[in-house]
């Protein structure tokens, strides 16, 4: 249930007791070994595939907006910790000089009531909302988009696959302002507090409204993006780091570690 995920019971002991333990990021590893100081905690390399045909890229692109459109997506299973309801607020309220769009792509919990949210702020005509696209779609519709939302908050010290996926695709992305996810660069991505509401809207607006308006800065944050996740986020870095876990754990049998609990 949503207590034991978002409170690690238990995550002590499950880290003592073993010769190695693997994290995504640096900063989730550093709060670890903070919990645990005797224990090996290695970071690994949080890659996903972003390969897509241009063609295809294109006629999602088409589909989700005029060429004048500043298309906005928002990706995967959206809960309440993805903060959309909030999102759907600023930009009711944004009066940008130019028309925006959002593509909301995956699942959406039924409970949170979103699309009659949107409609209830004059804004449901501005979103298209696709559920059940397979892989090459989904990658597909977040190459064609111009930025992204991808708040999560409660996080439960998590990575976002998506968000690797859009800094590779050089997708300017608003994300919430947590400890552990402030490794990437500020260049590439807006950060959003995650409360309380009315500082989360105020970001939500300016940061939203900057870059619809502004395109020349939503080619710098591309760059940024990119250019970080080729050198942290690459299949070759990938493989790096899940060696990197395996050799700590091996070397640790190889010494006689059997962890502290001796399991």
């Known amino acids: 249930g949503p207590a034991i995920y978002f409170t690690f019971p238990m995550c002590e002991d499950l880290v003592a ?3 190695a333990t693997a994290m995504h990021g640096e900063l989730a590893c550093a709060w670890l070994r903070g919990l645990v100081p005797s224990a090996c905690v290695v970071p690994l390399a ?6 897509v045909a241009d063609d295809l890229r294109t006629a999602w692109r088409d589909r989700l907006g005029d060429p004048d459109d500043v298309v906005i997506g928002c990706f995967g299973n959206i809960g309440p910790e993805r903060r959309l309801d909030r999102a759907l607020y600023a930009l009711a309220d944004i009066d940008a000089g130019r028309p925006w769009r959002l593509a909301v792509v995956g699942s959406v919990d039924e409970s949170l009531g979103l699309a009659a949210l949107a409609a209830e702020l004059g804004i449901g005509d501005r979103i298209r909302w696709y559920e059940g696209l397979g892989d090459v779609d ?3 519709v977040m190459g064609a ?4 939302i991808n708040l999560r908050y409660p996080l439960a010290r998590a990575s976002s696959g998506v968000l690797h996926q859009l800094l590779q695709l050089g997708i300017p992305t608003l994300i919430s302002d947590v400890v552990h ?3 990437y660069p500020e260049e590439a991505v807006a950060r959003i507090p995650p409360g309380p509401d009315e500082a989360e809207d105020k ?7 900057r870059w619809i308006v502004n395109p020349e800065e939503r080619v710098v944050a591309s760059r940024a993006g990119r250019e970080w996740a080729a050198c942290h986020i690459s299949p070759q870095r990938m493989r790096e780091t899940y060696v990197q876990a395996v050799e700590e754990a091996l070397g640790a049998v190889a010494n006689g570690c059997k962890g502290s609990s001796g399991l």
């Open 17 to 19: 007791a073993s010769l």
């Open 181 to 183: 996810w402030r490794e």
């Open 203 to 209: 970001s939500l607006r300016a940061s939203l409204a």
């Open 138 to 140: 989904f990658v597909a």
């Open 145 to 148: 988009v111009d930025l992204a």
């Open 46 to 51: 949080h890659w996903r595939s972003v390969e």
